[in-house]
């Protein structure tokens, strides 16, 4: 009778987190990288950030490590609260898995800018109802007037979002774009979000038990979405750009590949 070798026919089972990190090609990796004194507190906080997300554990290992190993090389943070960059799951449907991608944040972006040391100020403005008063007849340029009182002002809805740097030289630019722009740039290049999806969820038409489904950050944090993408308009249209800066933009929304190549997904 013959016997079926059922070891032999059972799929490789995934290593975990902490698992793979341990390796000795890995560590060694990160070693080159990080170098050896942060090497586990490197390690402790990749396990942290996967054990807290159970959409990240079921992304490749090699895309989470390389995303926080970008990050840590541009020396950001990967806190949440800090918001200088993530590390998202996505579903890669050609290959058929989830890989974890690199994003900036906006905070990432106004980080690395302040440290050329040539902006003397970075910042984005959420416009409420009121405070956007057309363009200048004769410069083209948008004219705001801002509501003093801030208890009048934040009980007014949003109709826009303003970012603007002003350079040391006394260089100044700014960029303003409606909520409703916004809204459209979000639908067309984040695959993981939906403007129908989203207005539903404002007017309260999703259940609770089913938001779990919307992970992207355009949905739970829309102004914060709002203000990296246009803090990385402003930058890579005006700005002066560093090394790092031009490195972190082109890594932004990519997963990065072993060899180091990126594969952008959305």
Not at 225 to 245: D, N, Y
Request: glycine fraction near 8%; proline fraction near 3%; aromatic fraction near 12%.
């Amino acid at each position: 009778m013959a016997v079926n070798n059922t070891l032999t026919k059972r799929p490789a089972q995934r290593l975990g987190m902490t698992a793979y990190l341990n390796q000795d090609a890995v560590k060694a990796q990160i070693t080159s990288i990080v170098g050896s004194k942060r090497g586990t507190s490197f390690i402790t906080s990749i396990v942290s950030a996967v054990q807290s997300n159970p959409a990240l554990q079921e992304c490749t290992n090699p895309s989470i490590l390389s995303a926080a190993l970008l990050g840590e090389s541009l020396n950001l943070s990967p806190s949440a609260s800090l918001g200088q960059f993530w590390i998202i799951p996505f579903n890669n449907k050609k290959k058929g898995v989830k890989e974890a991608q690199f994003q900036l944040g906006a905070n990432g972006y106004k980080q690395l800018a302040m440290r050329t040391g040539q902006y003397k100020d970075i910042d984005f403005i959420e416009i409420h109802e009121g405070e956007y008063k057309g363009r200048d007849k004769f410069t083209g340029k948008q004219v705001f007037e801002f509501i003093e009182d801030d208890d009048v002002r934040e009980a007014l809805p949003v109709v826009g979002y303003m970012a603007y740097f002003e350079l040391l030289n006394g260089f100044r630019k700014s960029v303003y774009w409606t909520k409703s722009k916004m809204e459209k740039h979000a639908d067309q290049y984040s695959q993981a979000f939906s403007l129908d999806a989203y207005r539903k969820i404002q007017e309260g038409k999703i259940p609770a038990n089913e938001l779990w489904k919307y992970s992207s950050y355009w949905y739970s944090n829309f102004a914060g979405m709002a203000e990296k993408t246009l803090i990385k308009h402003l930058l890579s249209k005006w700005g002066i750009l560093s090394t790092e800066l031009i490195t972190a933009m082109d890594a932004d929304m990519a997963v990065i590949n072993e060899g180091g190549t990126k594969s952008y997904v959305e």
